[in-house]
T-cell receptor, first 111, second 114 residues
Framework: GQNIDQPTEMTATEGAIVQINCTYQTSGFNGLFWYQQHAGEAPTFLSYNVLDGLEEKGRFSSFLSRSKGYSYLLLKELQMKDSASYLCAVRDRGGYSTLTFGKGTMLLVSP | KAGVTQTPRYLIKTRGQQVTLSCSPI?????VSWYQQTPGQGLQFLFE???????NKGNFPGRFSGRQFSNSRSEMNVSTLELGDSALYLC?????????????FGQGTRLTVV
Protein backbone atom coordinates (compact mmCIF):
# COMPACT_ATOMS: atom_id res chain seq x y z
CA GLY A 1 0.00 0.00 0.00
CA GLN A 2 0.87 3.64 -0.17
CA ASN A 3 1.16 6.00 2.79
CA ILE A 4 2.42 9.55 2.69
CA ASP A 5 2.43 11.69 5.83
CA GLN A 6 2.96 15.40 6.24
CA PRO A 7 1.87 17.87 8.91
CA THR A 8 -1.60 19.33 8.45
CA GLU A 9 -0.75 22.94 9.24
CA MET A 10 2.26 25.12 9.92
CA THR A 11 2.67 28.80 10.69
CA ALA A 12 5.68 31.02 10.18
CA THR A 13 6.65 34.65 10.04
CA GLU A 14 7.55 36.68 6.98
CA GLY A 15 11.30 36.54 6.33
CA ALA A 16 11.78 33.33 8.33
CA ILE A 17 12.74 29.81 7.19
CA VAL A 18 10.32 26.90 7.38
CA GLN A 19 10.83 23.17 6.82
CA ILE A 20 7.91 20.97 5.79
CA ASN A 21 8.53 17.27 6.33
CA CYS A 22 7.14 14.33 4.40
CA THR A 23 7.51 10.64 5.16
CA TYR A 24 6.42 7.94 2.76
CA GLN A 25 5.92 4.20 2.57
CA THR A 26 5.23 3.05 -0.97
CA SER A 27 5.46 -0.24 -2.82
CA GLY A 28 8.01 1.26 -5.19
CA PHE A 29 9.83 4.54 -5.65
CA ASN A 30 10.58 6.47 -8.78
CA GLY A 31 10.72 10.06 -7.64
CA LEU A 32 9.30 12.49 -5.09
CA PHE A 33 7.62 15.73 -6.06
CA TRP A 34 6.59 18.86 -4.19
CA TYR A 35 3.71 20.98 -5.41
CA GLN A 36 2.31 24.29 -4.19
CA GLN A 37 -1.41 24.95 -4.29
CA HIS A 38 -3.01 28.30 -3.51
CA ALA A 39 -6.66 28.28 -2.51
CA GLY A 40 -8.89 27.83 -5.52
CA GLU A 41 -5.99 27.27 -7.89
CA ALA A 42 -4.26 24.35 -9.58
CA PRO A 43 -1.23 22.72 -7.98
CA THR A 44 2.03 24.01 -9.44
CA PHE A 45 5.30 22.08 -9.57
CA LEU A 46 8.05 23.12 -7.15
CA SER A 47 10.68 20.39 -7.09
CA TYR A 48 11.65 16.83 -7.92
CA ASN A 49 14.05 14.42 -6.17
CA VAL A 50 14.90 10.89 -7.23
CA LEU A 51 18.40 10.56 -5.74
CA ASP A 52 19.41 11.21 -2.15
CA GLY A 53 20.47 14.72 -1.33
CA LEU A 54 19.46 18.33 -1.63
CA GLU A 55 18.06 20.07 -4.70
CA GLU A 56 18.14 23.87 -4.51
CA LYS A 57 15.97 26.16 -6.58
CA GLY A 58 16.07 29.79 -5.51
CA ARG A 59 14.30 30.24 -2.18
CA PHE A 60 13.07 26.66 -2.25
CA SER A 61 15.11 23.50 -1.56
CA SER A 62 14.05 19.89 -1.31
CA PHE A 63 15.85 17.01 0.36
CA LEU A 64 15.44 13.27 -0.04
CA SER A 65 16.59 10.24 1.93
CA ARG A 66 15.37 7.08 0.22
CA SER A 67 16.62 4.75 2.96
CA LYS A 68 14.55 6.66 5.52
CA GLY A 69 11.54 7.28 3.27
CA TYR A 70 11.86 10.95 4.13
CA SER A 71 11.83 14.27 2.34
CA TYR A 72 11.56 17.89 3.33
CA LEU A 73 10.83 21.14 1.56
CA LEU A 74 12.74 24.15 2.85
CA LEU A 75 11.40 27.62 2.18
CA LYS A 76 13.70 30.55 2.90
CA GLU A 77 12.99 34.28 3.20
CA LEU A 78 9.30 33.62 3.52
CA GLN A 79 6.90 35.99 1.82
CA MET A 80 3.18 36.48 2.38
CA LYS A 81 2.50 34.95 -1.04
CA ASP A 82 4.03 31.67 0.20
CA SER A 83 0.86 31.09 2.22
CA ALA A 84 -0.51 28.01 0.47
CA SER A 85 -0.89 24.25 0.72
CA TYR A 86 2.26 22.24 0.01
CA LEU A 87 1.74 18.78 -1.39
CA CYS A 88 4.25 15.94 -1.22
CA ALA A 89 3.77 13.28 -3.92
CA VAL A 90 5.53 10.04 -4.80
CA ARG A 91 5.71 8.34 -8.18
CA ASP A 92 6.03 4.69 -7.41
CA ARG A 93 6.46 3.13 -10.82
CA GLY A 94 8.83 3.81 -13.61
CA GLY A 95 7.27 4.52 -16.94
CA TYR A 96 4.07 5.83 -15.38
CA SER A 97 3.08 9.36 -14.49
CA THR A 98 0.78 8.43 -11.60
CA LEU A 99 1.42 10.34 -8.39
CA THR A 100 0.35 9.41 -4.87
CA PHE A 101 -0.18 12.54 -2.80
CA GLY A 102 -0.03 13.32 0.87
CA LYS A 103 -2.95 15.34 2.23
CA GLY A 104 -0.94 18.54 2.08
CA THR A 105 0.47 20.99 4.60
CA MET A 106 -1.29 24.34 4.90
CA LEU A 107 1.34 27.00 5.53
CA LEU A 108 0.25 30.36 6.90
CA VAL A 109 2.80 33.17 6.73
CA SER A 110 2.08 36.09 9.01
CA PRO A 111 3.60 39.60 8.96
CA LYS B 1 2.04 27.60 -24.91
CA ALA B 2 -1.47 26.96 -23.62
CA GLY B 3 -1.81 25.13 -20.32
CA VAL B 4 -4.07 22.26 -19.36
CA THR B 5 -7.69 23.21 -19.98
CA GLN B 6 -10.57 21.67 -18.09
CA THR B 7 -14.23 22.25 -18.84
CA PRO B 8 -16.56 23.09 -17.33
CA ARG B 9 -15.06 24.93 -14.35
CA TYR B 10 -18.16 24.52 -12.20
CA LEU B 11 -21.00 22.03 -12.29
CA ILE B 12 -24.03 21.33 -10.12
CA LYS B 13 -25.76 17.99 -10.52
CA THR B 14 -28.46 16.04 -8.71
CA ARG B 15 -27.97 12.66 -7.07
CA GLY B 16 -28.44 9.84 -9.54
CA GLN B 17 -27.45 11.88 -12.58
CA GLN B 18 -24.32 11.34 -14.60
CA VAL B 19 -21.63 13.83 -15.59
CA THR B 20 -18.84 14.11 -18.14
CA LEU B 21 -15.77 16.26 -17.55
CA SER B 22 -13.27 17.23 -20.22
CA CYS B 23 -9.53 17.81 -20.19
CA SER B 24 -7.32 19.14 -22.98
CA PRO B 25 -3.65 18.54 -22.19
CA ILE B 26 -0.72 20.72 -23.13
CA UNK B 27 0.14 20.29 -26.80
CA UNK B 28 2.55 17.37 -27.22
CA UNK B 29 1.68 15.77 -23.89
CA UNK B 30 0.44 12.21 -24.31
CA UNK B 31 -0.12 11.26 -20.67
CA VAL B 32 -3.25 12.46 -18.89
CA SER B 33 -4.10 11.65 -15.28
CA TRP B 34 -7.23 12.43 -13.29
CA TYR B 35 -7.41 13.16 -9.57
CA GLN B 36 -10.21 13.84 -7.11
CA GLN B 37 -9.50 16.44 -4.44
CA THR B 38 -11.60 16.72 -1.28
CA PRO B 39 -10.83 18.50 2.02
CA GLY B 40 -10.82 15.23 3.95
CA GLN B 41 -8.90 12.95 1.60
CA GLY B 42 -6.67 15.33 -0.31
CA LEU B 43 -5.70 14.45 -3.88
CA GLN B 44 -6.59 10.89 -4.84
CA PHE B 45 -5.63 9.26 -8.11
CA LEU B 46 -8.47 8.15 -10.37
CA PHE B 47 -6.84 6.94 -13.58
CA GLU B 48 -4.08 7.59 -16.08
CA UNK B 49 -4.24 7.44 -19.85
CA UNK B 50 -1.43 7.23 -22.35
CA UNK B 51 -1.91 7.00 -26.11
CA UNK B 52 -5.63 6.26 -25.73
CA UNK B 53 -5.00 3.39 -23.30
CA UNK B 54 -5.76 3.32 -19.61
CA UNK B 55 -2.51 2.18 -18.05
CA ASN B 56 -3.21 2.74 -14.40
CA LYS B 57 -6.32 2.94 -12.24
CA GLY B 58 -6.94 4.08 -8.70
CA ASN B 59 -9.23 2.63 -6.08
CA PHE B 60 -12.54 4.09 -7.16
CA PRO B 61 -15.82 2.31 -7.98
CA GLY B 62 -16.79 1.40 -11.51
CA ARG B 63 -19.10 4.43 -11.65
CA PHE B 64 -15.97 6.40 -12.47
CA SER B 65 -14.69 5.87 -15.98
CA GLY B 66 -12.65 7.69 -18.55
CA ARG B 67 -11.23 7.65 -22.00
CA GLN B 68 -8.62 9.37 -24.11
CA PHE B 69 -8.93 10.37 -27.73
CA SER B 70 -6.34 10.27 -30.50
CA ASN B 71 -5.56 13.97 -29.98
CA SER B 72 -4.77 13.18 -26.29
CA ARG B 73 -7.85 14.99 -25.00
CA SER B 74 -9.48 13.05 -22.21
CA GLU B 75 -12.89 12.78 -20.63
CA MET B 76 -14.00 11.28 -17.38
CA ASN B 77 -17.53 10.17 -16.62
CA VAL B 78 -19.23 9.62 -13.31
CA SER B 79 -22.55 7.79 -13.38
CA THR B 80 -25.24 7.56 -10.70
CA LEU B 81 -23.83 10.53 -8.80
CA GLU B 82 -23.69 10.43 -5.01
CA LEU B 83 -23.38 13.33 -2.57
CA GLY B 84 -19.86 12.10 -1.73
CA ASP B 85 -18.76 12.69 -5.32
CA SER B 86 -18.77 16.43 -4.65
CA ALA B 87 -15.15 17.42 -5.14
CA LEU B 88 -12.63 19.25 -7.26
CA TYR B 89 -11.62 17.05 -10.18
CA LEU B 90 -8.14 17.80 -11.47
CA CYS B 91 -6.55 16.71 -14.67
CA UNK B 92 -2.78 16.62 -15.13
CA UNK B 93 -0.76 16.15 -18.28
CA UNK B 94 2.88 15.25 -18.83
CA UNK B 95 5.23 14.41 -21.65
CA UNK B 96 6.03 11.06 -20.07
CA UNK B 97 9.59 11.47 -21.32
CA UNK B 98 12.68 12.21 -19.31
CA UNK B 99 13.56 11.81 -15.69
CA UNK B 100 11.36 14.31 -13.94
CA UNK B 101 8.23 14.24 -16.14
CA UNK B 102 6.52 16.78 -13.96
CA UNK B 103 2.76 16.86 -14.21
CA UNK B 104 1.03 20.10 -15.14
CA PHE B 105 -2.39 20.55 -13.62
CA GLY B 106 -5.48 22.21 -14.99
CA GLN B 107 -7.64 24.54 -12.90
CA GLY B 108 -10.06 21.73 -12.20
CA THR B 109 -13.79 21.20 -12.38
CA ARG B 110 -15.67 21.87 -9.17
CA LEU B 111 -18.53 19.35 -9.03
CA THR B 112 -21.32 19.80 -6.51
CA VAL B 113 -23.87 17.03 -6.12
CA VAL B 114 -27.12 18.03 -4.43
Amino acid sequence: GQNIDQPTEMTATEGAIVQINCTYQTSGFNGLFWYQQHAGEAPTFLSYNVLDGLEEKGRFSSFLSRSKGYSYLLLKELQMKDSASYLCAVRDRGGYSTLTFGKGTMLLVSP
Amino acid sequence: KAGVTQTPRYLIKTRGQQVTLSCSPISGHRSVSWYQQTPGQGLQFLFEYFSETQRNKGNFPGRFSGRQFSNSRSEMNVSTLELGDSALYLCASSTDRGRSTEAFFGQGTRLTVV
